[in-house]
């Protein structure tokens, strides 16, 4: 195997490089596309930088997403703590036939068709928003005017939310994906929505609606795997999107050329969404478990080896993307692996690509003025050991 090495999991960013990974992946993505890596309780993990190689794992069956082998961490030593399986319902941390229970009867519901069917809906919810931006006059933060409210209504509707309820749910969810946040207050916000979601279910029971929880009713799932499942789809629906649509945007003021050609042709949504996710990868890095020694490209893998897949450097391989740190709008080599890819590739992709198509030309349309409200060196943005990479606010101003 390689004899590069990490001397530990880098979690900071160069200053004046927010999209750009942290410097020592993208050197360990120079040297090999695998390095060894130590953790903090003394276990060899690897860290694989490389696109093929990332690629090439999250779809081998003999690699494990499940919860209780995750018993290593590179910043956190855990001692001799027992990691328990993932609860009934969140599949996104079990493997194949589990996940599959879950995941399958929800599959139908988030096809390409159904989710196209919902871009007039997302329409009007930007509309709706980018109008009372409007109304209410420069400055605005960006986050909590525009980037949170239109997938928080639409994955609401979808999971048959009442949205008046996001207060009592939306706060506890950014506490526990937000990478700031203490154990005790974490298990709280945990709990909390695990209560809301209880309350939720039951009520689905007692009189169903039209929405995808009361849909899977007439299944053999129970309650608690219901909760399970809502859980997941609401978290990914509120925060992975909401952070692409602020960060996405922090890139595109960046980058005024692009952003111009964004605003020239509204035929570029498509390919501008694909890039920012590419060159984003707000969702920067996946775990994986050896469950036997494997041999990939070359490189021995032995049994119980923790892998941290960086989609990160993966999405910035040179040898898959030409001028990788290049944010190009009009770059045609597709295949990212911001969506991650085998049998967990993310299940809302399709709904987070209507949402990003319709909502980011839209802003960029209505304020062509639209720019920073501080410099760029002073947008706070979430802290690297965040599972969803983000901004925390960006104040925004235009010319009224």
């Given at each position: 195997m390689t004899e590069h090495a990490l001397p530990a999991l880098p979690t900071e960013r160069r200053p004046g490089c927010p999209f750009d990974p942290p410097q020592e992946l993208v050197e360990a993505r120079e040297h090999s596309p695998i390095?060894?890596?130590?953790?903090?309780?003394?276990?060899?993990?690897?860290?694989?930088?490389?696109?093929?190689?990332?690629?090439?794992?999250?779809?081998?069956?003999?690699?494990?997403?499940?919860?209780?082998?995750?018993?290593h961490h590179p910043t956190i030593d855990y001692g001799d703590i027992e990691v328990p399986p993932a609860p009934p319902g969140e599949f996104l941390l079990m493997d194949d036939p589990r996940h599959a229970r879950y995941r399958r009867p929800l599959v139908g519901k988030f096809t390409v068709r159904r989710m196209r069917l919902l871009t007039e809906r997302v329409q009007q919810i930007t509309a709706e928003h980018l109008d009372t931006m409007e109304q209410a006059g420069p400055p605005a933060d960006l986050v909590t005017a525009f980037?949170?409210?239109?997938?928080?209504?639409?994955?609401?509707?979808?999971?048959?939310?009442?949205?008046?309820?996001?207060?009592?749910?939306q706060d506890d969810i950014d506490t526990f994906m937000n990478g700031?946040?203490?154990?005790?207050?974490?298990?709280?916000?945990?709990t909390a929505v695990q209560e809301y979601l209880a309350a939720l279910v039951a009520a689905?029971?007692?009189?169903?609606?039209?929405?995808?929880?009361?849909d899977l009713l007439d299944s053999d799932l129970t309650d608690e795997e219901l909760r399970g499942m809502a859980l997941i789809l609401l978290a990914a629906g509120l925060d992975t999107t909401a952070n692409m649509l602020a960060l996405g945007t922090f890139a595109l003021?960046?980058?005024?050329?692009?952003?111009?050609?964004?605003?020239?042709?509204?035929?570029?949504?498509?390919?501008?969404v694909e890039e920012l996710l590419r060159y984003l990868s707000v969702a920067k890095q996946f775990v994986r478990v050896a469950l036997e020694d494997v041999e990939l490209g070359g490189h021995p893998i032995k049994?119980?080896?923790?892998?941290?897949?960086?989609?990160?450097?993966?999405?910035?391989?040179?040898?898959?993307?030409?001028?990788?740190?290049?944010?190009d709008l009009r770059r045609q080599d597709g295949g990212h692996l911001a969506f991650g890819h085998?049998?967990?590739q993310c299940l809302g992709q399709q709904l987070a690509r209507v949402e990003l198509r319709?909502?980011?030309p839209a802003l960029v349309q209505r304020f062509p003025t639209l720019r920073l409200a501080v410099p760029a060196e002073q947008v706070a943005l979430r802290p690297e050991i965040a599972d969803i990479y983000g901004v925390k606010s960006l104040p925004v101003t235009w010319d009224a």
């Amino acid at each position: 195997m390689t004899e590069h090495a990490l001397p530990a999991l880098p979690t900071e960013r160069r200053p004046g490089c927010p999209f750009d990974p942290p410097q020592e992946l993208v050197e360990a993505r120079e040297h090999s596309p695998i390095s060894r890596l130590p953790f903090a309780d003394g276990h060899q993990g690897l860290l694989v930088t490389g696109y093929d190689l990332a690629r090439s794992i999250l779809a081998d069956p003999r690699f494990s997403s499940r919860k209780e082998l995750m018993k290593h961490h590179p910043t956190i030593d855990y001692g001799d703590i027992e990691v328990p399986p993932a609860p009934p319902g969140e599949f996104l941390l079990m493997d194949d036939p589990r996940h599959a229970r879950y995941r399958r009867p929800l599959v139908g519901k988030f096809t390409v068709r159904r989710m196209r069917l919902l871009t007039e809906r997302v329409q009007q919810i930007t509309a709706e928003h980018l109008d009372t931006m409007e109304q209410a006059g420069p400055p605005a933060d960006l986050v909590t005017a525009f980037a949170k409210p239109i997938p928080a209504i639409m994955i609401c509707e979808l999971l048959g939310v009442p949205y008046e309820d996001r207060g009592s749910f939306q706060d506890d969810i950014d506490t526990f994906m937000n990478g700031e946040t203490s154990d005790e207050d974490l298990i709280a916000a945990y709990t909390a929505v695990q209560e809301y979601l209880a309350a939720l279910v039951a009520a689905k029971r007692a009189g169903p609606t039209d929405d995808v929880l009361s849909d899977l009713l007439d299944s053999d799932l129970t309650d608690e795997e219901l909760r399970g499942m809502a859980l997941i789809l609401l978290a990914a629906g509120l925060d992975t999107t909401a952070n692409m649509l602020a960060l996405g945007t922090f890139a595109l003021l960046e980058n005024p050329e692009q952003l111009a050609a964004l605003r020239a042709d509204p035929a570029l949504a498509g390919p501008a969404v694909e890039e920012l996710l590419r060159y984003l990868s707000v969702a920067k890095q996946f775990v994986r478990v050896a469950l036997e020694d494997v041999e990939l490209g070359g490189h021995p893998i032995k049994a119980g080896t923790t892998v941290i897949l960086s989609l990160g450097t993966a999405n910035r391989d040179p040898e898959r993307f030409p001028g990788p740190h290049r944010l190009d709008l009009r770059r045609q080599d597709g295949g990212h692996l911001a969506f991650g890819h085998g049998i967990h590739q993310c299940l809302g992709q399709q709904l987070a690509r209507v949402e990003l198509r319709v909502a980011l030309p839209a802003l960029v349309q209505r304020f062509p003025t639209l720019r920073l409200a501080v410099p760029a060196e002073q947008v706070a943005l979430r802290p690297e050991i965040a599972d969803i990479y983000g901004v925390k606010s960006l104040p925004v101003t235009w010319d009224a």
